[in-house]
């Protein structure tokens, strides 16, 4: 039975001999769980029950979430399957949920190491690497997202009010506080802005030569300045809006001030941002703590 459904999946669903060999394995693992080989295995006597008790046998052998719900959508792909082909009357499968992956904690750069990569955005005549630190500062001083960036219009900023209005996603807009030092470098920039267009474009950011940045010139940028300080990882556009987060986090601002700054439309987004300050509470609580010091 399990032969015919391999043979059925790589020949009708075209799946690749790969995924024909992992559903094969995950299959065969939960048969050797259940205790009968494949002549002996009869799939209408497996309960809910059943799969609930692989699934915990194999968190206890130390599978994570991902393998685990990949293992399942094997099983339950067979009982599809099954169930088609009319050689089963139920799902054992119906009623068994994926896990829940860990949520995972967004990569940001550190505090001292952001602090050192705004400094080296020396202030130039150069239009090309004032672009490179408007770009710099806007992701990282407003938490922009890499579209939100390549979307700004000159009459988006307001100098006088210190303001930046951001379209976000679903055209949804928001008004983002500019720092001193971000408008200063801005108004810097237009000026030489001003030299390098010489048609009636309207976005803030430009190429070289006076058109739209693409969005491969920002990634490529922010990750050639990001290699350059040393950054390991991720050196992504989305790294310095996480940076920008956590770190806003990490000083105190509420989680609310963060969320509309983000242009986040639930809360439950903005709260992968909180390990920062998670993180500075255990590592306070192990430098301060009587109890947490080991004993010698």
Known sequence: MIEEFLRYIESEKRYSKLTKTAYGDDLRQFLSYYGVDEAAFDPGEVTHLDIRSWIMSRTGEGDKAVTINRKLSSLKSFYKYLLRRGLVDKDPTA?????????????????????????????????????????????????????????????????????????????????????????????KYSVLRSEICKSDNNFLILSDEGENISRSEVYRTVREVLTAMGVEGKRSPHVLRHTFATHLMSEGAGIETVKELLGHANLSTTQIYTHSTIKELIDAYRSAHPRSRKVR
């Open 95 to 187: 009623k068994i949920g994926s896990l829940r992956k860990p949520a995972r904690i967004p990569s940001f750069v550190e505090k001292s190491r952001m602090g050192r990569l705004v400094d080296m955005l020396e202030v130039s005549d150069d239009f090309a690497l004032e672009k490179r630190a408007v770009i710099i500062l806007l992701l990282y001083g407003c938490g922009l997202r890499l579209a939100e960036l390549t979307a700004i219009k000159l009459n988006d900023i307001s100098f006088d009010d210190m303001t930046i209005k951001v379209t976000g996603k679903g055209d949804k807009q928001r008004i983002v506080p500019l720092v001193p030092r971000v408008a200063e470098r801005l108004k």
